[in-house]
């Protein structure tokens, strides 16, 4: 597909695209408005602790020459925040419009954050803001498991994602065990040494996950 603009007329790309993310260099764009020759955005930049968001930023209309996957984004998922005492889940609602609508990004905390938030007094409402939904999609907030077993063993963290799918909480039962959630859902638990217990469902893709790939 050739432009979008060009096949599909500035008037429904328009109308299609406003309030959609348009990730370029690794910036979230929001957008604004399309015209024929500019996309009119607002940027988003900065990290989840301190974002900043950039007013009246153009964008060139060639950016939108692959067509609609020009919107491509980043996997949401989880996304460790907080300097490890809170874990995110960022989910998109469905949306009959194209791209990643950042209105219908929607934030998710598993249980056990909520109750470390309000250990540290953290306002996880904070994490439900627009700018810090959108500078949150491209972070790189990732820890490998070997390094966050070893942080939690210190006490630098309580919670960590793996990557967008996998992510390691505490767990109550055992005590001495952490507890792996894989989209969402407990498939099993691990201890401080790497130890894998209980029953695990899809051990091939959550063993893929485990070893970074």
Known sequence: MANLIEDL????????????L???NNVPH???????DRISTTAFQGNMAKPVQVGGVNLPAKLLDKGFESLAH????????AAGKVLLELKNKQSFKRGL???EVITRFPPVTTYIAER????????????????????????????????IKAGEIFVFAISPKLAVIPCSRPKEY???VYEG?????????GVVTGKITNVKSIMENLNGK
Request: glycine share 8%.
């Open 22 to 24: 348009l990730f370029h």
């Open 120 to 151: 540290f007094d953290i306002d996880l409402a904070y994490y439900m803001r627009s700018d810090v939904k959108a500078v949150a999609c491209v972070e790189n907030c990732f820890i490998p498991l070997a390094k966050g077993l070893e942080m």
């Open 101 to 103: 609508q950042l209105a």
């Open 9 to 20: 007329g500035v008037g429904y790309v328009n109308e299609n695209l406003a309030g959609a």
């Open 178 to 180: 952490l507890e792996i």
């Open 74 to 81: 980043p996997p949401l998922g989880y996304r460790t925040a």
């Open 185 to 193: 859902r407990p498939v099993g638990n691990i201890s401080i040494e």
């Open 30 to 36: 929001l957008i604004q408005e399309v015209r024929s």
